[in-house]
């Protein structure tokens, strides 16, 4: 598990810190919580900064850098960070930076975001999918918000520098369901996912039809490899990605293989792998979520541990958290002792993130409004 569990062994006071710290929504305008950072991300702004942290499994507080900071070029740096006692070690007077908390012991369900602000002269530079003209951003955002596959887009208006892009609608794609960082066999130790976990971002009415096919290799490069706990899991990340056609997953390496080939699919026979097609604009089937991988570890990832009987609790408890999205339960026939009896509640980030922010003249930036009620998408 398992590389980082030394560490988790000495932080164990600050996971469950986690869970009984005070809600804090304040967010601390010109104030630094210097040091202490355990990864920076891009953001638009200091809210969205915050929910960032939120859902990062470790983070406690953050500081987000803003457009008006002067001192260099970074803006929109989005610091998040952990302490053992859960707060800052210093507090210093910044201009230009905004920090606060995380919101995890404040909102009880966080798969429900809406981002409906819209951002001027501000890029969500790469991660472009598809591309349309519209006729200005709002339509621009109507559009992300139709389209299943958009989480985020930027406009560039009538005005902007190059002419021959004027009007044109960038729609842009990030992960938003669970992908867990590594997926190995391990004795003595079972994985699962969140009964809750959210492996679509819409409903449909039509139940999906899945098509798997056993013992089946397709050939062809592959556009993108990513660890996954069955073929079901694999079709699953298939299905929301902007590029895959098909997929094929290798059960002895955990290895879902993304490919995109519109034009032919060729098979061929090969033991231990599974390939099938994405389900489109259904309802899937999530029972997979429900089967229990045993000797299946989902190393990293980690929220905290809690001491429980047996893989079935582990489950239950995972499923009850919502900050939880998979889990491992280490066995009491694992190699170390030390670790028996250890549940590893486990989250990643699935809101919409830019991979970068950066100023530019004359373009607009916003995201999907599809969690987004009626009430605020009327005020965008």
């Known amino acids: 598990m398992m590389a980082a569990n030394l560490i988790l062994v ?5 996971c469950s810190l986690s869970l009984s710290q005070e809600c ?6 010109n104030v630094d919580f210097p040091g202490t950072d355990i990864k920076f991300l891009y953001s638009p702004g200091a809210q969205h900064c915050q929910q960032l942290c939120t859902q990062h ?6 500081t987000f850098i803003r457009a008006d900071w002067t001192r260099d070029n970074r803006h929109f740096y989005c610091y998040l960070k952990s302490t053992p006692t859960g707060k800052p070690n210093v507090q210093t007077p910044l201009l230009g930076v905004t920090s606060g908390y995380s919101l995890k012991s404040c909102i009880p369900d ?31 955002q109507r559009v992300c918000t139709q389209d299943p596959i958009c989480q985020f887009f930027t406009f560039a208006n009538g005005v902007f520098t190059q002419p021959e ?18 997926v190995e066999r391990k004795a003595g130790v079972t994985s699962g996912f ?33 660890p996954a706990a069955s073929p079901e899991h694999c079709q699953a990340l298939c299905s929301v990605h902007h590029s895959c056609t098909y997929f094929t997953y290798a059960s002895n390496t955990f290895s879902c293989q993304l490919k995109n080939n519109p ?26 979520l429900k ?56 989250r990643v980030i699935t809101m919409p993130a830019p991979p970068k922010v950066t100023k530019l003249t004359n373009v607009v930036s916003g995201f999907s409004l599809k969690n987004c009620d009626q009430s605020q998408k009327s005020h965008v």
């Open 165 to 182: 892009i004027r009007y044109k609608c960038h729609l842009k794609f990030s992960w938003n369901i669970p992908r867990t960082d590594i």
């Open 291 to 346: 089967v229990a991988q045993e000797g299946v570890d989902f190393r990293g990832s980690d929220i905290r541990f809690e001491l429980m009987d047996d893989a079935e609790q582990c489950q239950r408890t995972c499923t009850d958290d919502p900050n939880c999205q998979f889990y491992t339960y280490v066995n009491n026939n694992f190699s170390n002792r030390d670790y028996w009896r250890r549940c590893f509640l486990k």
């Open 10 to 14: 000495c932080l164990f006071s600050l």
């Open 194 to 226: 969140s009964h809750n976990a959210q492996m679509t971002a819409q409903n449909y009415d039509t139940a999906c039809q899945s098509k798997l096919f056993p013992g089946i290799d397709v050939s062809g490069r592959n556009s993108l490899v990513l």
């Open 110 to 140: 966080q798969q429900e975001l809406c981002f409906s602000q819209v951002y001027q002269n501000i890029d969500f530079l790469g991660a472009d999918y598809r591309f349309l003209f519209t006729a200005d951003s709002e339509e621009c």
């Open 263 to 288: 034009n032919q699919m060729v098979t061929n026979v090969r033991d231990g792998y599974t390939s099938g097609l994405p389900p489109r604009f259904c309802q899937p089937n999530d029972d997979w």
């Open 24 to 29: 804090n929504q304040e967010l601390q305008e």
């Open 57 to 62: 499994p470790s983070c406690l507080f953050f």
